[in-house]
């Protein structure tokens, strides 16, 4: 499946992220700037926030009690949209997902 990653200085990637891996890994291993992901997936840094665009959001699973808790501290403001990337997992389902990545993660 293809994710699309639009960074804040409105740069573009689209990347080809194997099924089962997460967006954030889809971004990290392709080196899209932006997504700092500093704990690796491991749901306690708070540094791999995206904004998913509002038509795919109501497509993924529900935030969970730890990402929303730590949403609670992302740099940059916390919006309804707002979701971890270590959390989304790719699926043919979400070929074409649209995520902005915010304009600092710390
Ligand atoms: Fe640390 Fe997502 S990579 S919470």
Known sequence: PKIVYKTHEGKV??????????????????????????????????????YVAQEWAEKLPPVEEMEDELLENTACERKSNSRLSCQIDVTDELDGLVVEIPERQF
């Open 13 to 50: 990637y689209e990347v080809d992220v194997p099924s089962g891996r997460s967006v954030m890994l889809g971004a990290t291993s392709q080196g899209v700037p932006g997504i700092d992901a500093d704990c690796g997936g491991t749901l306690s840094c708070a540094t791999c926030h995206v």
